[in-house]
């Protein structure tokens, strides 16, 4: 359903003129979205504004001051809070499970540092115009790593993350059902901005999909309705610690820390952001 805005258009136009280059700036950051709540609530000394609120004063800001099209600040919302919202759910893995030696990479990462992890996670692919082999990298926004007794990394689960679904959870179970034979969990990780999953007793279609092709899916929207498939953000740590154990046996569960370097890249855990609460204007900022 579509979330309701706590400010009128003439507050979001008075905001958007008197901060908006900060508001683009702290959407630019790593955990843009919950950054840009809290300077937002913060700047106003509110404790009310929710996300419908901050997406309205910053694409309000990109009209008005870089002069973007309606259209064109639409998506660029949509792109970088979908890059945020996948770069602060690393963060939050990185930050809890680091200590017990897991690690939430990125696909560029692997891509980089691991060659033989992309080899394994990358799917052949026939090409028939030209008929030639080719790899193809599926839908995997994080890996989740750790290091077993030899020194060696093991990939054990892949995350998907959305914001919001709008049909585009078909994408991440196809490539879900793809690498079931890898032996690797595979799960997504959803704001629910728009509450598209419906309930158990009367499920949406990408409710169905996700439930029939992931191991999990966690959920940060306090509104949506859980079930052992559906499951609350807060699950993900523990669910992912006993993932690793079960799928790395002989794991090394030394502490990994902040400034240590996986396969020659340095894996950090930024400060904290509360990534619950902010889901909803009526229910307080992050």
Same mark, same amino acid.
């Given at each position: 359903?579509?979330?309701?805005?706590?400010?009128?258009?003439?507050?979001?136009?008075?905001?958007?003129?008197?901060?908006?280059?900060?508001?683009?700036?702290?959407? %630019?950051?790593?955990?843009?979205?919950? =950054?840009?709540?809290?300077?937002?609530?913060?700047? $106003?000394?509110? =404790?009310?504004?929710?996300?419908?609120? /901050?997406?309205?004063?910053?694409?309000?800001?990109?009209?008005?001051?870089? %002069?973007? &099209?309606?259209?064109? /600040?639409?998506?660029?919302?949509?792109?970088? @809070? #979908?890059?945020?919202?996948?770069?602060?759910?690393?963060?939050?893995?990185?930050?809890?499970?680091?200590?017990? +030696?897991?690690?939430? @990479?990125?696909?560029?990462?692997?891509?980089?540092? =691991?060659?033989?992890?992309?080899?394994? !996670?990358? $799917?052949?692919?026939?090409?028939?115009?030209?008929?030639?082999?080719?790899? !193809?990298?599926?839908?995997?926004?994080?890996?989740?790593?750790?290091?077993?007794?030899?020194?060696?990394?093991?990939?054990?689960?892949?995350?998907?993350?959305?914001?919001?679904?709008?049909?585009?959870?078909?994408?991440?179970?196809?490539?879900?059902?793809?690498?079931?034979?890898?032996?690797?969990? &595979?799960?997504?990780? =959803?704001?629910?901005?728009?509450?598209? !999953? +419906?309930?158990?007793?009367?499920?949406?279609?990408?409710?169905?999909?996700?439930?029939?092709?992931?191991?999990? &899916?966690?959920?940060?929207?306090?509104?949506?309705? !859980?079930?052992?498939?559906?499951?609350?953000?807060? %699950?993900?740590?523990?669910?992912?610690?006993?993932?690793?154990?079960?799928?790395?046996?002989?794991?090394?569960?030394?502490?990994?820390?902040?400034?240590?370097?996986?396969?020659?890249?340095?894996?950090?855990?930024?400060?904290?952001?509360?990534?619950? #609460?902010? $889901?909803?204007?009526?229910?307080?900022?992050?």
């Amino acid at each position: 359903m579509p979330r309701e805005l706590s400010l009128s258009d003439k507050e979001i136009e008075k905001i958007g003129s008197t901060v908006g280059r900060q508001v683009v700036e702290q959407l %630019d950051k790593t955990c843009g979205i919950f =950054t840009l709540l809290e300077f937002l609530n913060k700047k $106003l000394d509110s =404790t009310k504004l929710g996300i419908a609120d /901050a997406q309205a004063i910053y694409e309000k800001a990109l009209v008005e001051k870089k %002069d973007y &099209t309606e259209k064109q /600040a639409r998506n660029s919302w949509v792109a970088k @809070v #979908g890059i945020g919202f996948q770069k602060c759910v690393q963060s939050y893995i990185n930050r809890h499970l680091m200590s017990s +030696g897991v690690a939430a @990479v990125s696909a560029s990462f692997i891509r980089k540092r =691991t060659p033989d992890l992309k080899r394994f !996670l990358s $799917l052949p692919a026939k090409r028939r115009c030209v008929q030639q082999m080719t790899d !193809l990298w599926p839908d995997n926004d994080i890996i989740l790593v750790a290091r077993d007794q030899s020194g060696i990394w093991r990939a054990f689960a892949i995350l998907s993350c959305k914001t919001s679904f709008h049909a585009r959870e078909t994408e991440g179970c196809f490539y879900a059902l793809a690498i079931r034979d890898l032996g690797i969990r &595979t799960a997504m990780v =959803t704001l629910d901005l728009d509450e598209e !999953l +419906g309930t158990c007793q009367k499920p949406t279609k990408a409710r169905q999909l996700l439930e029939m092709y992931f191991d999990a &899916t966690y959920v940060l929207n306090p509104a949506t309705s !859980l079930c052992p498939q559906i499951l609350s953000f807060e %699950d993900m740590c523990d669910n992912i610690g006993n993932w690793a154990r079960a799928l790395v046996p002989t794991m090394d569960t030394r502490p990994i820390e902040e400034r240590n370097r996986v396969g020659g890249c340095r894996v950090e855990a930024p400060r904290r952001h509360k990534m619950r #609460g902010c $889901l909803r204007s009526d229910e307080g900022h992050p």
